[in-house]
């Protein structure tokens, strides 16, 4: 194959790999659409009736090839990060909110808005959903540092409710590395008001021996290395 041909054919995976990943993100929009108004929803109950059959007609094809739990999905990079059905930021999960996060300065910034499938106390986000940002948040700021690790700890204070259709903005940073051990800080306050803390966490992530790494993600990484390579 010259190289020519060769650059098309590579462009043209390329390109229905992005193609592939748009289309994930746009069903993943639809979904947490579906998700919001279904929770949201006051529609007579023949139409709830009505719904729930026309949603079971079209997740029926969904179903016909999936993958199982040591198979990462194939628009997904592990080792490159792309994580597209990852519960808290992936563009595919149906009920990630989802969560952006960027780098300003060394500080990992968050931006998500909750809606109402995330509602715990009225009219705020359930303190679980809080936890759950956090601990994605502290993460990232663990793995950018370059000091991955799990999560081993995580401890969150409550000093505000956080409320339901307001833009949020969390942050996250790390505060100490000590050995196998990266602990992290972090916050959730509104946009508008980023000086008022209304969660703050604390968590302790441990990097992994490479034996436990192997034993906890071996069949998956091996698994992402074949089929990148096939
Ligand atoms: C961008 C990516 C974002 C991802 C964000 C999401 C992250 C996650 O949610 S991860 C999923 C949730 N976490 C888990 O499932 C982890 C489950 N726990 C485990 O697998 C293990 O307990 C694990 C790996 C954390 C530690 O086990 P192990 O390596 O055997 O611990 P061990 O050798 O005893 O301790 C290693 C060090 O960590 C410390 N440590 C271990 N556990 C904890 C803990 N819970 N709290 C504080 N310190 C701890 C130990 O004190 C020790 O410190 P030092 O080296 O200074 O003596």
Do not use: K, W
Not at 101 to 115: F, K, N, P
Not at 149 to 165: C, E, F, K, N, S
Not at 208 to 221: K, S, T, Y
């Amino acid at each position: 194959m010259s190289d020519i041909d060769n650059g098309r054919r590579l462009r043209a995976v390329d390109d229905g790999l992005l193609r592939r990943r748009e289309a994930i993100a746009d069903l993943g929009d639809a979904l947490r659409l579906l998700i919001e108004n279904a929770t949201a929803t006051e529609a007579p109950t023949e139409e709830l009736i009505r719904a729930a059959e026309r949603i079971r007609r079209a997740a029926a094809p969904l179903g016909e090839r999936v993958r199982g739990r040591f198979e990462s999905a194939a628009a997904d990079d592990l080792l490159g990060g792309v994580r597209l059905y990852n519960p808290v930021t992936g563009a595919g999960s149906a009920f990630a909110p989802p969560l952006e996060i960027s780098r300003e300065d060394g500080l990992a910034v968050g931006t998500c808005t909750l809606g109402l499938a995330f509602e715990g106390p009225p009219s705020y986000a359930h303190g679980g959903v809080s936890a759950m940002l956090l601990d994605q948040m502290l993460g990232y700021a663990v793995s950018v540092s370059g000091h991955p690790g799990m999560t081993g700890r995580l401890d969150t204070a409550y000093r505000r409710p956080v409320p339901l259709h307001t833009p949020l903005r969390l942050t996250a940073e790390v505060a100490a590395i000590e050995g196998r051990r990266v602990t992290a800080t972090g916050t959730i306050a509104t946009a508008d008001e980023p000086g008022e803390v209304l969660v703050e966490a604390t968590g302790v992530f441990v990097a992994l021996r490479a034996e436990q790494a192997q034993r906890l993600f071996g069949p998956v990484i091996g698994r992402n290395r074949e089929s990148r390579a096939g």
